[in-house]
T-cell receptor, first 117, second 115 residues
């Protein structure tokens, strides 16, 4: 158990809908990262927040947005869902921001499996 | 941009045999490299990481990896495979992006362990 929690575990929805995925980082961690894992794209970085502020952005679609709240939990919002958005969405957390320190190691949650029908 | 390439999407070994999973990196700066393991229907678990210092890195579950700058490689090994090692393994490189960072993953290697 990494200490990172994600809810829900599974989500089934229809095209055009909007969903919210939730992540609670390990106790004390300030950074939260979101990744998407799909069969055709593999593991792709979406976005990073550090202590409430966006710090790095990957190839995240405009239909997707995220935020990190004062209690450090994070939410990933996916809207106007398409079939191709079906994937496993991982949240990871680390204490630090970047660099070689052990506090910067990213620990992953169990993921949310999103199925868009 | 930094990247990693994993050679072999599927590797099969016998129980008790050597495990060798290959990872090559491309980086213009000293890389921070990681190996993660993903068991079926689970998240990614950190096996080991290389940042600076000793080039032979020991991780959990008997795995180790050696950073070889001359070969731009970070191959993962385990002397004796166990059935419980069957999983997907991902090599990753940490990349700085502005005020933050991200992990860039390889395509993964599925390890099968046979009796």
């Amino acid at each position: 158990d990494s200490g990172v929690t994600q809810t829900p575990k599974h989500l089934i929805t229809a095209t055009g809908q909007r969903v919210t995925l939730r992540c609670s980082p390990r106790s004390g961690d300030l950074s939260v990262y979101w990744y998407q894992q799909s069969l055709d794209q593999g593991l792709q970085f979406l976005i990073q927040y550090y202590n409430g502020e966006e710090r790095a952005k990957g190839n995240i679609l405009e239909r997707f947005s995220a935020q990190q709240f004062p209690d450090l939990h994070s939410e990933l919002n996916l809207s106007s869902l398409e079939l191709g958005d079906s994937a496993l969405y991982f949240c990871a957390s680390s204490y630090g921001l970047a660099g070689p320190s052990s506090t910067d190691t990213q620990y992953f949650g169990p993921g949310t499996r999103l199925t868009v029908l | 941009a930094q990247s990693v390439t994993q050679l072999g999407s599927h590797v099969s070994v016998s129980e008790g045999a050597l495990v060798l999973l290959r990872c090559n990196y491309s980086s213009s700066v000293p890389p921070y490299l990681f190996w993660y393991v993903q068991y079926p229907n689970q998240g990614l678990q950190l096996l080991l990481k290389y940042t600076t210092g000793a080039t032979l890195v020991k991780g959990i579950n008997g795995f180790e990896a050696e950073f070889k700058k001359s070969e731009t490689s970070f191959h993962l090994t385990k002397p004796s495979a166990h059935m419980s090692d069957a999983a997907e393994y991902f090599c990753a490189v940490s990349q700085l992006m502005g005020g933050g960072n991200k992990l860039t993953f390889g395509t993964g290697t599925q390890l099968k362990v046979e009796l």
